[in-house]
């Protein structure tokens, strides 16, 4: 061993470690001390580029690599038979936005907004339904909780084409909504459910439930309930004791529901094309089609790009709103009742 090096302690417990003098430490600008150590600058970018590398390749391949080529591709021109034409323009965009050929039309910037409406709908629906549904599983004994679990599961093992088709089953006319609805006059007798609103939002709500249940169960599970019962001593109606002490500490679930739920809902298409017909074209539709029928692939990848965007700001607001710590800086939660 060099003469001017020697064992130094890391800490009380901790085995010695080996580390240059001090003199040498503060005059050498290839020493870093990290963790208690002093280590050398390429062992430690050495050791990142290891615990990195897996991570940033992937991200490289199924993330920076098609978003890069949908750039590229909502650039370019499409031919007169679907071909691609690689003339780098912002046509796609312009058209987007709503100018085309014959003027300004505000189709595609309704079939956005449509979207929205019915992503931030369905997912208002899901929230109120997911809060007592959560709370009722936290109460129950564990052993009956995890069955529930496992029921709130059990969708996700079912594609939501099957899913869909079940709901055409279940409102055809045969069964009883269609006819109960017929008996009161909302519906023709005959007829059946779908297509249309109720349709279609109980598919879409059918389908992103477990996406709001999962994740605010989680909250409600590490709830400090005594903060509950300090709000009902000092008299707090319900409303109250909901916003100071439960929503304050259900939000980091709650927020992650929200965007797991709000995003794919814009995007959905196979629920409104099954239930919701021609009435409920949305974003996702409208890409469908782009990559099928049309064969627009350029207007279809502007399209994506701009469905990125609005995801974007999802996760912007979910940093904003969503972070799980409190003031403090110490993780949210509590005890189980």
Known sequence: MPDD??????????????APLPDEAE???????????????KDLTRRGSYLLG????WLLLFLALPATGLLALSLAQRGDFGQIHWVFTLENYKRLAGFGLFGWTPDHLLILGRSLWVGLVTTVICVLLAYPLTFYI???PPKTRSRLLFLLVIPFWTNVVVRAYAWLLILSPQLFPAKLAAFFGLIPAGSPLF?????????????????????????VERMNWELLEAARDLYANRVQVFLQAILPQTRPGLTVGVIVTFIPAMAMFVVTDLLGGSKYMLIGNLIQ???????????????CLALMALTMVG?????????PRDDNGSPAGGGRP
């Not at 089609?289 to 399209?303: I, K």
């Open 138 to 140: 936290a109460t129950r």
């Open 5 to 18: 090096y020697s064992k130094i302690p890391d800490n009380k417990t901790g085995p010695p470690l080996m």
């Open 195 to 219: 297509p249309g609103s109720l349709a279609t939002f109980l598919g879409m709500v059918s389908t992103f439930l477990p996406f709001v249940a999962l994740p605010l169960y989680s909250s």
């Open 289 to 303: 089609n782009q990559f099928g029928q049309a064969r627009d692939w350029p207007f279809g990848a502007a399209l």
């Open 27 to 41: 005059t050498d600008p290839n020493l870093v001390t990290w963790y208690g150590g002093i280590h050398r600058r």
């Open 54 to 57: 897996p991570g940033l390749v």
């Open 315 to 323: 996760l912007a607001l979910y940093r904003r709103w969503g972070d």
